[in-house]
């Protein structure tokens, strides 16, 4: 498969939403719409601390995005790099463009010399789980949130 990323354009909104509705169901997840409206434009924003937006395309169709942003570490003075959401369509997983994506995310934490990229994703989610076993290194991190 020919990929192209390229990062999320104003432009691009209706292809972002497509594939950004298609992540929130696979998680069984909705968002109001004011929410989602907001992460579209945080995304577009020149904020050094504000998330950044790619998208994968393969002939012309939106095959793919990532969500990341950069933050502090009180371990690493340089900063750390967290990969938020990665979704790819079903008619492109196993093709390279999940790999890609992931891998954009580690050029533009490279160029920002920030060597430590981390992302979550959940125990039951093993098509992703095998992409990132090749590219990712598990850790033994459980992680906890505040009950609402």
């Given at each position: 498969m020919q990929l192209d990323i390229t990062p999320l354009q104003r432009a691009d909104k209706p292809h972002w939403a497509q594939l950004w509705y298609a992540y929130l169901d696979f998680y069984e997840t909705t968002l109001p719409l004011?929410?989602?409206n907001a992460t579209f434009e945080a995304l577009l924003s020149d904020d050094v601390h504000a998330p950044c937006?790619?998208?994968a395309w393969s002939d012309g169709q939106a095959v793919g995005l990532v969500h990341y942003l950069f933050h502090a570490h009180c371990w690493k003075?340089?900063?750390i790099c967290y990969l938020q959401d990665?979704?790819?369509t079903e008619q492109a997983r196993?093709?390279?463009a999940g790999r890609a994506l992931i891998e954009a995310v580690y050029h533009a934490a490279d160029a920002r010399a920030v060597p430590d990229v981390y992302w979550t994703t959940q125990d039951?989610?093993?098509t992703a789980r095998r992409l990132y076993d090749k590219i990712g290194q598990e850790?033994?991190?459980i992680k906890y949130v505040r009950p609402t």
């Open positions: 004011d929410v989602y937006g790619l998208l003075p340089a900063g990665l979704y790819v196993a093709q390279g039951f989610n093993a850790t033994p991190f």
